[in-house]
């Protein structure tokens, strides 16, 4: 019985501890990131979130050559978008006037990733992933501009609804200009962590994984502005 037993654990632990080699992997994510204003006073109103796609590069270095435990680094480049848009109208003595600003931001970077992983196949062809790790990002493109739409009844002579509406030029958010100065700037520079699971069916990957930072988006007195992103990414390992 006990030599049943043993022959028993050995097979699982070849199992578990099967396909110890290097391995690359490419792949493409969406991306939602959450930009949260922080102070002592508590969460702002300015709060907001990108939506957007990555693409990357992944290798695994093997850690053990019986046990299949890595170290996975790598390059991603990440787009963010938003669109948020506020309305009023106002009306007194028979004239109204109604107007939209919609503000849009976009965001690049480039981020490395350096993860501990431990790989085990729960089927032949099928494994699962958990890793966590460190995220060194390189912030390349943070702008953003204000679309002005005006209606009224009001006489041109009133208001000159052609000189309201149209597009601001797009301000940059590691600018000192832009921003009104230094302290206002975003930093270039981000470090953060990740948490994550891979799920991987032959050669197709599937990953999900959230991560924060360290260092701010930017931070200004007591009020900082902080990242959390989710991402969702679909590979294929080589």
Not at 105 to 114: E, N, S, T
Not at 166 to 174: T, Y
Not at 177 to 194: A, E, K, S, Y
Not at 215 to 235: C, D, Q, S
Request: a negative charge; aromatic letters at 16%; hydrophobic letters at 35%.
């Amino acid at each position: 019985m006990k030599k049943l037993i043993f022959a028993a654990a050995v097979v699982a632990a070849g199992a578990f501890c099967a396909n110890a080699e290097d391995y690359n992997r490419i792949g493409v994510s969406y991306n939602n990131t959450h930009f949260g204003f922080n102070s002592a006073a508590g969460d702002s109103d300015d709060n907001f979130s990108t939506n957007g796609f990555g693409i990357g590069y992944t290798h695994g270095f093997s850690l053990s050559s019986s046990c299949p435990i890595f170290l996975e680094t790598g390059l991603n480049l990440n787009f963010g978008f938003d669109s948020s848009s506020e309305e009023n109208k106002m009306e007194q003595g028979g004239y109204w006037m109604s107007s939209k600003v919609t503000s849009k931001k976009q965001f690049m970077d480039l981020q490395i990733p350096v993860n501990f992983v431990y790989s085990f196949h729960a089927t032949e062809n099928f494994s699962i992933s958990p890793y966590v790790g460190l995220n060194f990002k390189v912030n390349v493109l943070g702008r953003y501009r204000n679309d002005v739409d005006v209606d009224s009844n009001l006489p041109s002579n009133v208001l000159d609804k052609d000189n309201l509406n149209g597009s601001s030029d797009w301000l940059s958010v590691f600018s000192k200009d832009d921003m009104d100065g230094g302290d206002n700037t975003w930093n270039r520079f981000q470090m953060g962590w990740q948490v994550g699971v891979g799920f991987q069916y032959k050669p197709v990957y599937l990953g999900v994984q959230y991560g924060t930072d360290f260092i701010p988006a930017f931070k200004y007195k007591e009020a900082k502005v902080n990242t959390g992103t989710f991402r969702l990414t679909l590979g294929y390992s080589f």
